[in-house]
T-cell receptor, first 112, second 115 residues
């Protein structure tokens, strides 16, 4: 079955770049997503990348995909205190409807 | 536009009691999902609806969990009887159901504590 793994915790200083990493096992993954969850809230989709892409940039966010190694990363430039949250990597694959499998989440702490 | 609405936000019950959660998806979203999120984990799908039809309930513990979406709009998830291990956050999400990268919009969740 699908498995998505992330490191549990990342601490960075305000203004630095954050890089959150994710590995997945399903080679047929079609879409890979990054969601953000703030305390007491549901998940919010930040961005996603189609599996035939290597990189996607959206303002301060850069997603890199290494399909060969099944590795996905999210880079947040100029990290702000408001970026403190839990970040979930997720994947879905083609074939019927696209069930989304979430990772365990990485808690990002931004130190002022 | 209103997002996904869930109620209650918090619920504390004793084990063996019943409990129900309600979700109102974003208007026009045909697909509705119920997830369970245990502490320190990502959400795990319990059931997915396309309109009023449950198209994936393979992960729903059917001995004690039930769900309905009678008119294809709002939905109710019920647990009867609740067990200690059911303590978790229950998230509802909805999407247009257009396929591809079908963006899911999540509600704030109901935090259930079973004592």
């Amino acid at each position: 079955g699908e498995d998505v793994e992330q490191s549990l915790f990342l601490s960075v200083r305000e203004g630095d770049s954050s890089v959150i990493n994710c590995t997945y096992t399903d080679s047929s993954s079609t879409y890979l997503y990054w969601y953000k969850q703030e305390p007491g809230a549901g998940l919010q989709l930040l961005t996603y990348i189609f599996s035939n892409m290597d990189m996607k940039q959206d303002q301060r966010l850069t997603v890199l995909l290494n399909k060969k190694d099944k590795h996905l990363s999210l880079r947040i430039a100029d990290t702000q205190t408001g970026d403190s949250a839990i970040y979930f990597c997720a994947e879905s694959h083609s074939g019927g409807y696209q069930k989304v499998t979430f990772g365990t989440g990485t808690k990002l702490q931004v130190i002022p | 536009e209103a997002g996904v609405v869930q109620s209650p936000r918090y619920k504390i019950i004793e084990k063996k009691q019943p409990v129900a959660f309600w979700c109102n998806p974003i208007s026009g979203h045909n697909t509705l999902y119920w997830y369970r999120q245990n502490l320190g984990q990502g959400p795990e799908l319990l059931i997915r609806y396309e309109n009023e039809e449950a198209v994936d309930d393979s992960q729903l513990p059917k001995d004690r969990f039930s769900a309905e979406r009678l008119k294809g709009v709002d939905s109710t998830l019920k647990i009867q009887p609740a067990e200690l291990g059911d303590s978790a956050v229950y998230l509802c999400a909805s999407s247009l159901g257009t396929g591809g990268a079908d963006t899911q919009y999540f509600g704030p969740g109901t935090r259930l504590t079973v004592l």
